[in-house]
């Protein structure tokens, strides 16, 4: 019904910690795809993502926008 809005991670009403510590029970192992994301946004809501998530559970690549 979109309530939850189309807004990057931590800036709707979905929560986050509670849903990726279902994903890694779950043990889902593939990609996490951040969307509806400026420019200027990425580094900051994987940032937020990362946190959210239990520990070690999001890794990848380092925290750079690529050009």
Same mark, same amino acid.
Request: no cysteine.
């Given at each position: 019904?979109?309530?939850?809005?189309? +807004?990057?991670?931590?800036?709707?009403?979905?929560?986050?910690?509670?849903?990726?510590?279902?994903?890694?029970?779950?043990?889902?192992?593939?990609?996490?795809?951040?969307?509806?994301?400026?420019?200027?946004?990425? +580094?900051?809501?994987?940032?937020? +993502?990362?946190?959210?998530?239990?520990?070690?559970?999001? +890794?990848?690549?380092?925290?750079?926008?690529?050009?």
């Amino acid at each position: 019904d979109g309530e939850a809005g189309h +807004v990057p991670a931590g800036l709707g009403k979905l929560d986050y910690p509670y849903y990726l510590r279902k994903l890694e029970a779950a043990g889902y192992e593939g990609s996490i795809i951040l969307h509806a994301l400026e420019p200027g946004q990425a +580094v900051d809501r994987l940032a937020f +993502v990362r946190s959210a998530a239990p520990a070690g559970y999001v +890794v990848g690549r380092p925290e750079t926008p690529r050009p």
